[in-house]
């Protein structure tokens, strides 16, 4: 496994952790257990601690060749799935309020960096899993 | 519909190389171990200037490293 499959596996494990813990949140605020809004940046750090952990944790790979056309070829193809899960979360978090609470309702302005972080995990998230899928599909026998 | 097939004759001549692992081909041809891998499987096509490269290190054509198989399916 090399630092990019490290770095995509931690990425999608801490995304599912922080995603598991806002829906409990969301569950907990739903049935008025006393939870605070506060409470709700917890799961966003954690979710983010991917990013952090892979900076921390995940040195260089060893050997004089780290990096090749394949490893290009990969990366360009994440890149392109994130763009697409952006460009897909965007439609849909945008007409989502319209679809919910109707067309003469308002929003508040905090949907707006909301929508952005959001985008921001869509964006890691779809490109990790692209990482893992490729390198998965293509590293599974033939090694001596 | 055609589906393209690329086959390769890699792991015979790496063992007809004096047993040369995946490791030291790769060194060879200034690639990481894993396309090596990815490509002896049949699971990634190699640029034609790696092909090239691989095919030079085993001192034959490119021909006799890849074999390329057109079928219809």
């Known amino acids: ?144 | 519909m055609a589906e393209n097939n690329l086959n390769n004759q890699i792991r015979r001549l790496r063992f007809e190389n004096g047993e040369m692992t995946q490791e030291q081909l790769a060194d060879k041809v200034g690639v990481t171990r894993q396309t090596i891998i990815a490509v002896e499987a049949g699971k990634y096509a190699p640029s034609l200037p790696l092909a090239f490269r691989i095919a030079r290190t085993f001192n034959v054509s490119v021909e006799q490293v890849f074999q390329y198989e057109d079928s219809q399916i």
């Not at chain 1, 709700?40 to 995940?58: D, E, K, N, Y």
């Not at chain 1, 490109?127 to 899928?133: F, K, R, T």
């Open chain 1, 1 to 144: 496994m090399n630092r990019a499959q490290k770095i995509s596996l931690t990425m999608v494990i801490t995304f599912l952790l922080g995603l598991f813990l806002g829906v409990i949140l969301i569950v907990m605020r739903f049935f008025d257990l006393g939870v605070p809004k506060i409470a709700f940046l917890f799961p966003v750090f954690i979710a983010g601690s991917g990013g952090i952990i892979s900076i921390t944790c995940f040195k260089k790979d060893k050997g004089a060749i780290t990096f090749d056309e394949r490893d290009k070829l990969i990366e360009k193809n994440a890149n392109l799935a994130g763009f697409g899960a952006v460009y897909l979360y965007v439609i849909v978090m945008s007409f989502l309020p319209i679809g919910i609470l109707g067309e003469e309702a308002s929003i508040p302005v905090t949907w707006c960096p909301v929508l952005l972080i959001g985008a921001g995990f869509c964006q890691a998230f779809a490109q990790s899993i692209a990482i893992l899928v490729q390198y998965g599909r293509r590293d599974k026998d033939g090694g001596e």
